[in-house]
C-alpha cells in the first residue's frame, strides 16, 4: 500500500470515530497513539455482570473493569488484582478478602468520583446480583446469568464489611469452584458512589449504559451498532495505557474486517478469514490460542419433539462432524467428544464422540414414532466466535445430513445478534447453534452454565433441559476440593449428557485474530477473551 493511500484509510477512519475537524497532522499524530479494534458484533450491555455473551465480554471485561482475583494469562493460575491477598479458612466455608488502597474509579463527563475503591464498592456489586430486594437488583431486567448459573445466590450467605480494606464472604457450605468464580469475567466491581448519584437523578439503568470501572480504559462514547470509543484511564493502579484511545469498530461481516485490515482502517480484526492469505502479507500477524470452548447443536427440550430422548439421539447420530470440521473451521478445531476439551483436567477419554450413522439414525426415528420423519427449525447465529466461525454454513451441512433421514429443516439466521439471544433465551427456538467460551477454568463453568436447571430458568441453558441427577452430580463435585472425586462425579454427569443428548457437542477450536505488525503486546486470552492492558502501537 502506499503512504498516501495509507494517510487517507487512517484520515477516513478517524473521521468516521468523530475526529473531523482536527487537521491532517494532528489526525496523523493521534492515529498512531489509537488502536482500531474490529470486531464482530455489538455488545448487549455495558456491564457484564448481566450478560454471558463473549461479545460484550470482549468489549467489557478487561477493558473498563477489574475483579477481586483474576488469572494468570500464562498457566490459568488465580493470582491478585483488586484484592491483594485473600484467606480461606479450613472448612472453606469463609473467605477474606485483603483490599489495595490504591484502586481508582474512572473520571468521565458524568462522573467524578470524590473516593479510591473500597470495601462498600465490594458489597454493592455482589449484593446488588444476589439480594432480590437490592434497590438495583431488578436495574436492566434483574438477570445476572453468571452469578444465578453458578448458585452463588445460594451459596453466598453474606458478605461482611470488616474495614474500609477488608471484605469476608460468608458461605452456605464449601464450593471448590467459588475462587474461579469470583475471578470470572461477570464478576466485575462496580462504583457504590456512582450508583447513589444515578439514584439521586433517577437514571438508575446508567449503571449498565454509561459504564464506571477502574480498568486500564473509560468509557467515551457509543455509536449503536457502528463503534466504541475508550480512553485510556490516567490513575488506574497498573499504570496509564500508552495509547490515546481504542476503538471498537462493530464489523459483523468477516470479509469487511479482513477489507479494513487490508486498507489500514483496522489495526487489529476479529475472527478473520483467509487466514493463509493474512500469513503471507509482510505487515500483518495472524494469531491464536487455544481456547477454553465448545460448539453445539442444542435441542429446546420443552418443545416437541425435542422432549423425546430418542429423537435428539437420532439426530447425533445423522451428523457428519468430520466434514463440519472439515468445512466450518478448515481443520483448525478437534471434533468435540463432549462438553469440555481434551485439555481440561475433567475430560474423560472413556466418552467418545457419537458414529455418524444414517441407519442408527433412522431407526431410532422410527422407534420414536417418526419414521416418515418431521420439519424444524435451526437458528444459526448471525456472529462469528471462535466456538463457531460460520453457523451459517454449518447449519446448512446440518440441513443436508438431516434431510437423508427425513427431517426438513428451516434455517433463522435474520436476526441481529442481540435480539438473537433474547429470543433464544426465551425458548422460541426448535433447536439452535451455539456455544460456550469458558470464564474460567474450572470444569463446572461448563457444566453449571451449560446444562443446570438454575441456567435452563436464567436463560443461558438454551436447551431448557433439566436432570436432577445431573445437577446432584455437579452439586456433588462443587462439595469436595478432591480431584478424582470431582473428576468422578464430572465423569458420570458427561456420560448422562451423551445419554440424555439435550444438546450434541460439535467441536472445541482455536480462536484466531489478525493484526498489523505495528501493533505489540498480548491481546488474546485463552480465558477471558481479549484484554488491551499493555498493548501499544509503533
Known amino acids: 500500500m502506499t503512504y498516501w493511500k495509507f494517510t487517507y484509510y487512517n484520515c477516513l477512519a478517524l473521521f468516521v470515530f468523530l475526529l473531523s475537524g482536527c487537521d491532517t497532522n494532528e489526525a496523523l499524530s493521534l492515529s498512531k497513539k489509537s488502536i482500531i479494534y474490529c470486531s ?63 484502586i481508582k474509579f474512572h473520571q468521565t463527563a ?14 454493592f456489586s455482589f449484593n446488588r446480583m444476589s439480594d432480590v430486594t437490592h434497590e438495583y437488583h431488578s436495574v436492566s431486567g434483574g438477570r445476572y446469568p453468571f452469578f444465578q448459573n453458578a448458585q452463588l445466590v445460594d451459596l453466598i450467605d453474606s458478605i461482611e464489611k470488616i474495614n474500609d480494606h477488608t471484605v469476608r464472604f460468608r458461605l452456605s457450605h464449601s464450593d471448590s469452584s467459588f475462587l474461579a ?49 475508550y480512553e485510556p484511564h490516567s490513575g488506574y493502579w497498573r499504570g496509564k495505557s500508552e495509547l490515546k484511545q481504542l476503538l471498537f469498530d462493530i464489523t459483523p461481516r468477516d470479509t469487511g474486517r479482513l477489507t479494513k485490515l487490508l486498507a489500514g482502517e483496522c489495526d487489529i480484526i476479529a475472527y478473520p478469514i483467509a487466514h493463509e492469505k493474512i500469513k503471507q502479507h509482510p505487515n500483518l500477524i495472524l494469531e491464536s490460542v487455544t481456547s477454553f470452548n465448545v460448539g453445539y447443536f442444542g435441542f429446546n427440550t420443552s418443545k416437541p419433539p425435542f422432549n423425546d430422548p430418542l429423537v435428539r439421539k437420532a439426530l447425533s447420530y445423522a451428523i457428519n462432524k468430520q466434514a463440519i470440521l472439515e468445512t466450518v473451521y ?27 450413522s444414517i441407519a442408527k439414525a433412522r431407526a431410532l426415528l422410527a422407534e420414536a414414532g417418526y419414521g416418515d420423519g418431521f420439519a424444524m427449525d435451526l437458528w444459526a447465529m448471525p456472529v462469528q466466535r471462535a466456538y463457531n466461525p460460520d453457523a451459517v454454513t454449518m447449519a446448512k451441512l446440518i440441513q ?138 509503533n
Request: proline share 4%; charged share 20%; aromatic share 10%.
Open 330 to 356: 478448515t481443520g483448525q478445531a478437534e471434533i468435540a467428544d463432549g462438553l469440555i476439551p481434551n485439555s481440561s483436567w475433567a475430560y474423560d477419554s472413556s466418552i467418545t464422540s457419537q458414529e455418524y
Open 181 to 229: 468464580n469470583i475471578g470470572g469475567n461477570s464478576a466485575v466491581i462496580l462504583s457504590r458512589e456512582y450508583a447513589d448519584q444515578l439514584t439521586k437523578l433517577d437514571t438508575k439503568q446508567e449503571v449498565d449504559t454509561l459504564p464506571i470501572g477502574t480498568g486500564p480504559f473509560k468509557f467515551k462514547q457509543y455509536s449503536s451498532g457502528a463503534f466504541i470509543r
Open 40 to 102: 464482530e458484533g455489538a455488545p448487549e450491555s455495558f456491564n457484564p455482570q448481566t450478560v454471558t455473551s463473549g461479545t460484550t465480554i470482549d468489549a467489557t471485561a478487561n477493558q473498563l473493569y477489574n475483579r477481586l482475583i483474576e488469572f494468570n494469562p500464562t498457566d490459568n493460575s488465580i493470582i491478585p488484582a483488586i484484592a491483594k491477598s485473600w484467606h480461606v479458612t479450613r472448612d472453606g466455608k469463609m473467605v477474606t478478602f485483603y483490599l489495595r488502597k490504591d
Open 400 to 537: 443436508a445430513d438431516l434431510q437423508k433421514i427425513g427431517i426438513e429443516v428451516d434455517i433463522v439466521s435474520d436476526y441481529e445478534w442481540s435480539t438473537f439471544l433474547r429470543k433464544i433465551a426465551d425458548g422460541e427456538h426448535q433447536s439452535v447453534l451455539l456455544g460456550w467460551s469458558a470464564d474460567h477454568p474450572d470444569p463446572d463453568n461448563f457444566f453449571s452454565t451449560l446444562l443446570s436447571c438454575a441456567s435452563a430458568i436464567t436463560g443461558s441453558n438454551r436447551t431448557f433441559w433439566c436432570n436432577d441427577e445431573f445437577d446432584q452430580l455437579i452439586q456433588d463435585a462443587l462439595q469436595t476440593n478432591n480431584i478424582n472425586r470431582r473428576k468422578a462425579y464430572y465423569s458420570k454427569a458427561l456420560k448422562l449428557i451423551n445419554q440424555e443428548v439435550p444438546l450434541i457437542p460439535i467441536a472445541h477450536s482455536k480462536r484466531y485474530q489478525a493484526r498489523a505488525n505495528n501493533i505489540n503486546g498480548t491481546v488474546l486470552r485463552s480465558i477471558g477473551g481479549i484484554d488491551f492492558n499493555g498493548v501499544t502501537k
Open 110 to 123: 458524568y462522573f467524578t468520583p470524590t473516593r479510591d475503591l473500597n470495601a462498600d464498592d465490594v458489597l
